[in-house]
């Protein structure tokens, strides 16, 4: 997907042309879903903890969302924080990132506040199943419009938003965001989901761990750091990320923090920085000593 490239023109000082306020992060998605062009961004409020805000970014086929916390020193000087960067204020943030990369993309322009005032989701069919999927590991949660859930749990997909983000509906009727490498799929006996019919009838049975090779394996949110993974799948980071990790298969990386958006942090080769947690897996007891 093309963009103008770094240095495109907007005026990060303009905050009514890319500041949302309260929107929802499922409204902010599909806002940006129907641009066409990397770079595309807004800022919304926080859901989860007041003054903070959300950075929502189109990049190649999908939606970033990242967290800007509002950091208060001793002083009460007030900085922003968007990963391990601070910023005097919110113009400045980004102005910086008008310049460097996200993650695929830098920022190129703000979505047209006019968008959010006049677009209305495309009809839909209510709680329409797309299949059933059983939670791998528990999930408080990180803003309002996500669905908290915990491990063994069964929910219903009802709409595939983004890649690592669905829709789904839980027992009790509630709907809200799951992150998609938190569940797995239930399959009927011959390993393909359930229609959506029948995947109502399961809905309500009593919850169960999904199948895993070591039963009494602490999941990963429970999981005492530092400990160690390794590396099962490769990941060259974007350039201008100096943060990221670059994971070979293979390796053996210290992980240091969890967290629920699924990017941890970690140390590999001296070097400390973050990665996504679906590129490793565990060292279990035996193994690690």
Not at 26 to 40: C, H, I, K, M, P
Not at 42 to 47: E, P, T
Not at 64 to 73: A, T
Not at 107 to 116: E, F, G, M, T
């Amino acid at each position: 997907m093309a963009n103008t490239g770094i240095g495109v023109s907007f005026d990060p000082n303009d905050m009514t042309s890319w500041y949302f306020r309260d929107l929802s992060r499922a409204e902010a998605t599909r806002l940006l879903l129907n641009e066409t062009e990397s770079g595309v961004f807004l800022v919304r409020d926080s859901k989860t903890i007041t003054g903070d805000y959300v950075l929502c970014v189109r990049e190649d086929d999908r939606v970033s969302h990242y967290i800007i916390n509002r950091v208060v020193s001793a002083d009460g000087t007030i900085r922003f924080r968007i990963g391990d960067q601070l910023f005097a204020d919110m113009p400045a943030l980004l102005a910086f990132y008008r310049l460097h990369y996200l993650d695929t993309t830098p920022l190129v322009r703000p979505l047209p506040q006019a968008l959010a005032k006049v677009a209305a989701p495309p009809p839909q069919q209510p709680h329409q199943v797309l299949e059933l999927v059983i939670a791998k590991f528990d999930f408080s949660g990180n803003d309002a419009d996500d669905l908290p859930f915990r491990r063994g749990e069964r929910l219903m997909v009802i709409n595939r938003d983004e890649e690592q983000w669905w829709t789904a509906r839980n027992s009790l009727g509630r709907t809200g965001s799951i992150p998609v490498p938190y569940v797995q799929r239930i399959l009927d006996p011959s390993g393909v989901p359930y229609p959506p019919a029948e995947a109502l009838n399961h809905l309500a049975d009593p919850p169960s761990p999904p199948s895993i090779k070591h039963p009494q394996q602490r999941t990963n949110m429970q999981r005492t750091l530092p400990a160690l993974a390794r590396v099962k799948q490769p990941r060259v980071p974007n350039a201008y990320d100096k943060t990221a990790l670059k994971l070979e298969e293979g390796d053996i990386i210290k992980v240091t923090k969890i967290n629920i958006n699924g990017q941890w942090e970690g140390e590999l080769h001296g070097k400390i920085g973050h990665f996504p947690f679906t590129c490793v897996e565990f060292l279990d007891e035996n193994q690690a000593s």
